[in-house]
């Protein structure tokens, strides 16, 4: 059997040619190495058998969409046994072809006379020039077309082996796509109490430009909300070199406000009739009350002087959650006090001409009296001497229940 090249096929991933790619970031490098293992050399075989080892295929990591913009291809063939091939490498053509689904290019050396230890250089190449790395299928053959004759006969078999290796770098360069920018936004705290505070902030990377809820903005930033009455989800999305990002969203949920609550209460809540009492009120998560029908402020107080019957007096108030229930205070006047009643008398109620008698009066629910239009005290007597002549008497008195009616007490004085 005569083997007359030497042949090695790998893969990395399908190629795309890149027509257009909006930007790119500046051109990076990526090299596919490999080596084969020392080939070995059996015993008694000429050089046109040959046997070889496969390479140790590995890829390119690139990211998506990278376009290759050059190429440099390094091609070697090393003497691995010097003991045998004493003379260096057997003479013929070396050669690396590199090719692809839709372009090929090839390195080639050739060995035809000084037979030195090992042969190869580098190529620029740029026939993959435009094509998607990312995606890419290569075929690679290292190729010997070899016509010499030559064996090896020494007696020890392992003498003869690893006598011919090869190796090749593949140096890609392309230029990769700018990334797509990323966004992020969130509320801290993303729960807060009706009328709560909260901070919205926003970061992106790979980004020139956000857009935070419909407004441009910077790329990244805070901005603190008060007051805060209802949910509200908040979007961003954020551009740069690389594209648009997605749009995200962040969420603030407003608990509801509390429905107000009221108070109301008269302060004595019992007065005498014509007393004076005082009203106050309050509320809580109110923007307005009500007392008595007449709309008020949410908190405050009156007061009520001459107060002459029982009242009840209403209260509710009104906010975001709501209207409260209506409380009431009971201010308790009490009953009209009695109209005074009087009394007067003389005692004896006849004397003798310059005889003494006594007059004595009383009265109830009274507070103040006049006998014969004199103020007196609401009881008492007084004594009269040298009584000569009758005498009537008026007496009235006054309290909170009005005025008495006027009374009267006659003392009558006999002649000699």
Not at 83 to 96: A, C, H, Q
Not at 231 to 240: M, V
Request: some cysteine.
């Amino acid at each position: 059997m005569k083997i007359t090249n030497i042949k090695k096929l790998f893969s990395l991933v399908s190629l795309v040619f890149i027509s257009f790619y909006s930007s790119f970031t500046s051109a990076e490098t990526c090299s596919i190495q490999r080596s084969s293992a020392p080939i070995t050399w059996n015993q008694g075989d000429n050089i046109q058998d040959m046997q070889y080892s496969s390479f140790n295929a590995e890829s390119c990591s690139v990211p998506a969409n990278s376009v290759i913009s050059g190429a440099t291809i390094t091609f070697n063939a090393v003497v691995g046994n010097t003991e045998v091939l004493t003379n260096g490498l057997p003479w013929g053509d070396y050669t690396l072809m590199v090719s692809s689904a839709n372009a090929s290019d090839q390195h080639d050396a050739t060995v035809n006379g000084q037979m030195p230890q090992s042969i190869g250089s580098s190529k620029t190449s740029s026939a993959f020039n435009g094509y998607d790395l990312g995606s890419s299928s290569f075929n690679v053959s290292a190729v010997v077309n070899n016509s010499s004759s030559l064996s090896c006969s020494d007696p020890t078999p392992s003498n003869c082996n690893s006598y011919l290796y090869f190796n090749y770098t593949i140096s890609f360069e392309y230029d990769a796509p700018a990334p797509a920018p990323t966004a992020s936004v969130n509320w801290s705290p993303s729960t807060v109490e009706y009328g709560g505070t909260s901070t919205v902030s926003w970061s992106s990377t790979d980004a020139t430009s956000c857009t935070l809820a419909g407004v441009s903005n910077s790329t990244s930033g805070s901005w603190v909300g008060t007051n805060r009455i209802k949910n509200q989800t908040t979007p961003l999305y954020c551009e740069g070199p690389g594209g648009t990002s997605n749009t995200v969203y962040a969420t603030l949920t407003v608990n509801p406000p509390p429905v107000p609550t009221a108070s109301v209460s008269w302060s004595p809540s019992t007065v005498e009739y014509g007393g004076t009492s005082t009203v106050s009120w309050s509320s809580t998560g109110a923007t307005s009350c009500t007392l008595s029908g007449s709309s008020n402020s949410t908190s405050g107080s009156w007061i009520g002087t001459n107060r002459i019957q029982n009242q009840t007096t209403p209260l509710y108030c009104e906010g975001p959650g709501g209207t409260s229930s209506t409380v009431y205070a009971t201010l308790t006047v009490d009953p009209i006090p009695p109209v005074p009643t009087v009394s007067i008398s003389w005692s004896p109620s006849t004397v003798e001409y310059g005889g003494s008698s006594t007059v004595s009066w009383s009265s109830t629910n009274a507070t103040s009296c006049k006998i014969s239009g004199s103020t007196t005290s609401t009881s008492g007597s007084w004594v009269g001497t040298n009584r000569t002549k009758n005498q009537t008497t008026p007496f009235y008195c006054e309290g909170p229940g009005g005025t008495s009616e006027t009374v009267y007490a006659t003392l009558y004085v006999t002649s000699n």
